[in-house]
């Protein structure tokens, strides 16, 4: 197959897919003359004709089913050979997007994702930084530096260390507790909380250990942080009666997919020697 033939089956499917050709044509970032160009010449070459229109917009003709299906085929076919040329790329060039908490995106993986591209600049980095965990199987990002007790959902990966957490406060007596919500209210802290103190004594909250900090910094309450993140507060001290044992793993991982991607394989392995001095001491 021509590399023509190929561009017309990207064009055909995508009007299949998105019902018309202006939707198509947003899809694939070109003018709606180009599609209906591109729909024609297919239908043209091949001396057929692939849709009917209706009142929603283009409609696959019936007799044209095995067409579509021979055409998703070559298009599967095409797809898994640029995913096979992207992985026997043995060098370091390419985009790699990151996914962490806003805590370790604001003040850790900044720094060693600086020193990374000084040594390997044909990298070009997106970190990506939400407390939410980010679902790989659909490609939001290719890493994840994330703490959690595990890995699910078809991840591969290696622990860097372990986040220690402790209980902060600005040095008043007898504050209440700072409520961890959001994605934070299934981590291990919130879970002590939810055990060990009743309701009355937990005020308002966040959903962010960064502003957590903040809250408690200016005197609203006492807080679960990252050791990480409230050590570097000057106002805040911690609480010697911290629960014992209050540790997470820290993994760096990714899909199995694409854990023999050169340039995955090497920024993954380029984040583990970096964390691990910075949270070795506090490894499970």
């Not at 929603?56 to 067409?67: H, K, L, M």
């Not at 699910?152 to 402790?166: E, H, N, V």
């Not at 959903?207 to 609203?220: H, P």
Request: proline residues 6%; glycine residues 8%.
């Amino acid at each position: 197959m021509n590399k023509e033939n190929w561009d017309d089956i990207r064009y055909v499917l995508a009007v299949r897919r998105h019902g018309s050709l202006n939707a198509a044509a947003t899809a694939l970032n070109v003018t709606h003359a180009t599609v209906l160009r591109r729909v024609a010449a297919f239908e043209q070459r091949h001396a057929c004709h692939l849709f009917g229109k209706a009142t929603s917009g283009y409609a696959p003709r019936p007799e044209t089913q095995q067409i579509f299906a021979a055409m998703e085929d070559v298009e599967n076919a095409v797809l898994a050979l640029d995913r096979t040329i992207a992985g026997a790329d043995r060098s370091p060039v390419g985009k790699v997007r990151i996914a962490s908490t806003d805590s370790l995106c604001q003040i850790v993986l900044p720094g060693i994702l600086r020193r990374i591209s000084e040594r390997f600049p044909g990298l070009d980095f997106t970190l990506l930084s939400n407390n939410t965990h980010h679902d790989l199987t659909r490609l939001t990002a290719d890493i994840v530096v994330r703490p959690s007790p595990g890995l699910d959902g078809g991840l591969t990966g290696l622990k860097a260390g372990a986040l220690r957490f402790a209980v902060y406060h600005d040095g008043t007596p007898g504050q209440k507790w700072l409520a961890l919500q959001g994605a934070l209210d299934k981590s291990k802290p919130a879970q002590w909380m939810a055990d060990n103190i009743a309701p009355a004594s937990i005020i308002s909250g966040a959903d962010s250990f960064l502003v957590l900090r903040q809250m408690a910094a200016e005197g609203a309450g006492r807080t679960f942080l990252p050791t990480f993140v409230g050590d570097a507060e000057p106002r805040l001290q911690r609480d010697p009666e911290t629960p014992p044992g209050m540790t997470v793993p820290l993994w760096v991982a990714m899909l199995e997919e694409i854990a023999h991607t050169p340039r995955f394989t090497l920024v993954r392995d380029q984040l583990l020697a970096r964390l691990k001095p910075l949270f070795a001491a506090e490894r499970t």
